[in-house]
T-cell receptor, first 114, second 116 residues
Framework: NAGVTQTPKFRVLKTGQSMTLLCAQD?????MYWYRQDPGMGLRLIHY???????AKGEVPDGYNVSRLKKQNFLLGLESAAPSQTSVYFC?????????????FGPGTRLTVT | AQSVTQPDIHITVSEGASLELRCNYS??????LFWYVQSPGQGLQLLLK??????LVQGIKGFEAEFKRSQSSFNLRKPSVHWSDAAEYFC??????????????FGQGTILTVHP
């Protein structure tokens, strides 16, 4: 199993450009998450999804949109990139249940906005 | 709102020395607690987790952590550090109950440097 994969691994954008980050998981997990990681701030939740066709805002949702049209995929979009969105983006997934809350993480996407 | 604090931004130890990374949380109820490790350029890997029961939990790579309710702490320890342990370590907490949908709140991270 590949686990959680992210595409692309690196990207450089100019201010105002748009892009979509793709996250895919093959573990049949119900929950999926997008985080951003910035130095000294840990990981902060951008948006999350509890199932196909559902999304919800996390801690830092402004400037991002998401979609989950298929259970295995979770897309993160930047409509008009800003330098403040320079960061490393991580996708994660987890199963639904009362026992296991482990999140499985992808390898990350390093985004630079100039 | 819950918060997680890792007081040490950067720790340096010699190979073979013992290690303790601190984590404190602010929460109204007993949360679920996690430690993740991130090697340079990699994603996060789960080291260990605490849900309930024995307050001393064992994880992978020889790590352990102790939950102390009275101190709201979940410190990570290793008796003898290896050079390959150099990485960034994150403490994370999750609300108990189904309405949180598994969302984690992370600490700021502690960077571990290991000297030979």
């Amino acid at each position: 199993n590949a686990g959680v994969t992210q595409t692309p691994k690196f990207r450089v954008l100019k201010t105002g450009q748009s892009m979509t980050l793709l996250c895919a998981q093959d573990m049949n997990h119900e929950y999926m998450y997008w985080y951003r990681q910035d130095p000294g701030m840990g990981l902060r939740l951008i948006h999350y999804s509890v199932g196909e066709g559902t999304t919800a805002k996390g801690e830092v949702p402004d400037g991002y949109n998401v979609s989950r049209l298929k259970k295995q995929n979770f897309l993160l979009g930047l409509e008009s990139a800003a330098p403040s969105q320079t960061s490393v983006y991580f996708c994660a997934s987890s199963t639904r249940g009362t026992v296991s809350y482990e999140q499985y993480f992808g390898p990350g996407t390093r985004l630079t906005v100039t | 709102a819950q918060s997680v604090t890792q007081p040490d931004i950067h720790i340096t130890v010699s190979e073979g020395a013992s290690l303790e990374l601190r984590c404190n949380y602010s929460y109204g109820a007993t949360p679920y607690l996690f430690w993740y490790v991130q090697s340079p350029g990699q994603g996060l890997q789960l080291l260990l987790k605490y849900f309930s029961g024995d307050t001393l939990v064992q994880g992978i790579k020889g790590f352990e952590a102790e939950f102390k309710r009275s101190q709201s702490s979940f410190n990570l320890r290793k008796p003898s550090v290896h050079w390959s342990d150099a990485a960034e370590y994150f403490c994370a907490v999750k609300l108990a109950g189904g309405t949180s949908y598994g969302k984690l709140t992370f600490g700021q991270g502690t960077i571990l440097t290991v000297h030979p």
